[in-house]
Structure formats: structure tokens, C-alpha cells
């Protein structure tokens, strides 16, 4: 489970405590005791709804245009017109909301207007001018029906949130994610950790904070040790990725730890005394942005500890630490093995930096994030109050 699913598990268990609210999801053999259990948070006020992403596929063949967006929108009606407030959780574009209220929560844009509805393609410059404007005349209205019935769009960071702006057209509000609960300053010991997914894609980078960390220890620094954590995507690449990082981390102190439990993953941010983010890192900002850190949850939990961050200066990661104020931004490796190398040798600068990464996590609290949602949905909540069961949805459809 991401970042993602606990941020929709978050709005979903804030709102259950006044609404009855039903979860819409594709996931068979889905087990809501097991999946609250694991993100920390509290599902058994919630009901769950199955529905199989076939249905879907089945009601979109189609020989025509016209004709494929009338079963998308029946398909779509069947989903979310028996909920008063329907709130939408997903990246990819929305589909059509039939409830009388509707909120979309986007994390990131996945693709944009031109791409979602192929007109970057080959084929489409090839067409003839005519078919091109009659097509986008449709374009338009589908883009326009999709999005009318969503009254507000909330995403979790700025960053997300320029570019909604900049590829939908979407003015969004910025509710960050809460912490996890039960986060609190321990005694920390001499490592460095980093948690994140081990991808085939590689693109959290964890080969960049293993040369780091090799440069520190062949610069002297001794006693310390690096902690890789994260899940494995399920697939060879990934694996061979894993299996390169340990090839590469031998006669070092690097710790490569995989598909941890809560709680050893609990223990580990407790005792680590930096937090080193990498994601972003070689990354073209303005051609792939999506691959940026949307926000970067766990550097926040990590700062609730007394960790300290260390993060890529990209995407929404600088949104959650002031520079040399309450941890550190960096853009090239240099700099990071450069601030570290401070952390480490100034014990008087520890102490300040852990206490303030301490206070700053404080923004993101559980009931700071509730107050914020609260500001946000007053009137759509209001309306629905005391009214029959389920009148609230989170749906997970991308």
C-alpha cells in the first residue's frame, strides 16, 4: 500500500465519523482489517464496494466515439449516482460523476489534455484537417462532461497542484498528508536510512545513495550505517534491481531491507538518525514530472521521530523542509554526501536540526490535516448530514 491509499483512507475514516461512507474499489480478495492495520488507519467505520474494472473495459467497446462516451457515462452513473457527495481518488482523468456532489482527488496529472485524448500521436497528424476539428469539437465536450459534475479538486501538495493547473485547466486546493499516528522522538542511533520502492524503473534512486554513502566511508566516516527499506514491485526487473544494489553495497555497512512489516518499519525511522530521499534525482523536470516526488510523505513521519531529512531539492519534497533550517535540500549528490558530512561532524548542529525537523512535522498532524479538511468541505458534508446510509464515497478508480 502507497502514500495514496492512505490518503484516501484518511479522508474516508475523518469523514465516517459523521457520515456513513462506502468505498468503491477493483481489488478482489481485497481485506480491509489487514490493509488498515498495515497504513494505520482506523477502516471499520467504512463499508466496501467491489466492482470489477471488467465491467468497465466491456462497457467502453464501441465503433463510435458517441457511443463509447454514452457506456462510459452509463457505466460511470451505475457507480456514482446512489452516493449524495461521490469524491473521485485517482491520477488518471476522471470519469463522469452522477451524484449531486462531486470531489475529485488528484495526486498528480498522469497525462495530459492533448495525450488522454491521442493527440500527440502519429496517427492523428496524420488525419485531415476536418476529421481534426470535428474531432476536437467532441474532444471538448467530453473533456467538459468528465470534469462538470467534480465542484472541487483537492491534490497534497503545490507541486500537484500547478501542474493540474498547467495540464487540466483545474484550480485545486493543497491538503497535505497526516502522519502516521503514535510518531514521537526516540534515541537515535548512527544510521541513515532511506524508505522507498525498489522499481524496475529505478527511479527512487537508491543506486545514488549507495555511491553517497560509499563516498562518506572512503572519506572517513565510520560507525554509521545505511538502511535501504521499501517494498518490491512484483516483477524481474525489480528484483534484478534489488539484487544489483546488494551486489554494490558488499563490504560496506549498507542494510538492503525488503517488504518490512509496520512495525520493523516503525523501528527503523525511530532509530535513524538522517533521512535521505533521492526521487527526482536525474530526472527532467519539464518533460517528465510526474516522476518527481509528489510530496514525499515519509520524509514528514521520518522529521515526527527526530530524523533529520535529507532531500533531492525536486518536486514536492522542499515543500516540507526549510534549507539548513530543519534538514537539508540538495541537488547533486556532492552536496549531499557535503551536508552529511556536516550532520555528522557537528553534534551541536544534530541537536538543533532534530529538534526543529521535530517541530516543523507538527504542520502535518492528523489534526491539523482533519481542521484542513473540515475548511474545505464544510458545505457539501453539511448537506448530507443525517441523511440515509452511505451518503459519502471515496472511490480509488485509478
Not at 69 to 93: K, M
Not at 172 to 178: F, I, S
Not at 283 to 303: Q, S, Y
Request: with cysteine; charged share 25%.
Amino acid at each position: 500500500m502507497g502514500g495514496g491509499q492512505r490518503y484516501l483512507a484518511a479522508v474516508a475514516e475523518a469523514i465516517a465519523r459523521s457520515h456513513d461512507v462506502e468505498i468503491v474499489h477493483h481489488c478482489a480478495g481485497f481485506n480491509a482489517r489487514a490493509t488498515g492495520e498495515a497504513i494505520d488507519v482506523d477502516l471499520t467505520r467504512i463499508a466496501f464496494r467491489y466492482v470489477p474494472t471488467a465491467e468497465r473495459t466491456a462497457s467502453a467497446v464501441s465503433s463510435t466515439p458517441w457511443s463509447r462516451l454514452h457506456h462510459e457515462a452509463q457505466w460511470c452513473a451505475e457507480i456514482s449516482r446512489p452516493y449524495d457527495v461521490f469524491i473521485n481518488c485517482g491520477n488518471t482523468v476522471p470519469f463522469f460523476c452522477h451524484a449531486p456532489q462531486g470531489i475529485l482527488i488528484t495526486f498528480f496529472p498522469e497525462t495530459s489534455r492533448d495525450q488522454f485524448h491521442g493527440r500527440t500521436t502519429k496517427a492523428w497528424r496524420r488525419r485531415s484537417l476536418p476529421h481534426k476539428l470535428m474531432a476536437r469539437v467532441f474532444h471538448d465536450i467530453e473533456w467538459r462532461r468528465r470534469f462538470a459534475g467534480y465542484q472541487q479538486c483537492i491534490t497534497c501538495s503545490d507541486y500537484p497542484r500547478r501542474w493540474l493547473r498547467r495540464l487540466w485547466s483545474v484550480r485545486a486546493d493543497v491538503l497535505y498528508p497526516p502522519l502516521r499516528p503514535g510518531l514521537s522522538p526516540k534515541e537515535k542511533e548512527p544510521l541513515i536510512l532511506s524508505i522507498a520502492r525498489f522499481d524496475g524503473s529505478r527511479h527512487k534512486r537508491q543506486d545514488v545513495l549507495v555511491d553517497c554513502f560509499k563516498r562518506l566511508c572512503e572519506g572517513g566516516v565510520d560507525g554509521w550505517r545505511l538502511g535501504l527499506v521499501g517494498s518490491v514491485a512484483k516483477n524481474a526487473e525489480a528484483q534484478r534491481y534489488v539484487d544489483a544494489l546488494r551486489r554494490d553495497a558488499e563490504n560496506y555497512p549498507i542494510d538492503i531491507e525488503t517488504d518490512l512489516s509496520t512495525t520493523d518499519l516503525r523501528s527503523r525511522l525511530e532509530r535513524a538518525a538522517i533521512f535521505w530521499h533521492a526521487m527526482g534525482y536525474g530526472i527532467d523536470r519539464d518533460t517528465d514530472p510526474g516522476r518527481m516526488e509528489h510530496f514525499g510523505m515519509v520524509a514528514t513521519e521520518a522529521m515526527a521521530t527526530g530524523c533529520v531529512p535529507m532531500l533531492f531539492d525536486g518536486g514536492g519534497l522542499p515543500e516540507s523542509v526549510d534549507h539548513d533550517q530543519n534538514g537539508f535540500l540538495w541537488r547533486e549528490p556532492s552536496e549531499l554526501v557535503e551536508c552529511t558530512l556536516r550532520f555528522v561532524r557537528q553534534p551541536e548542529l544534530r541537536q538543533r536540526l532534530a529538534a526543529a525537523a521535530v517541530n516543523r512535522a507538527g504542520a502535518f498532524s492528523q489534526q491539523v490535516f482533519e481542521t484542513r479538511l473540515q475548511a474545505l468541505l464544510p458545505r457539501m458534508l453539511k448537506q448530507s448530514s443525517g441523511s440515509p446510509a452511505h451518503r459519502a464515497l471515496c472511490a480509488a478508480t485509478g
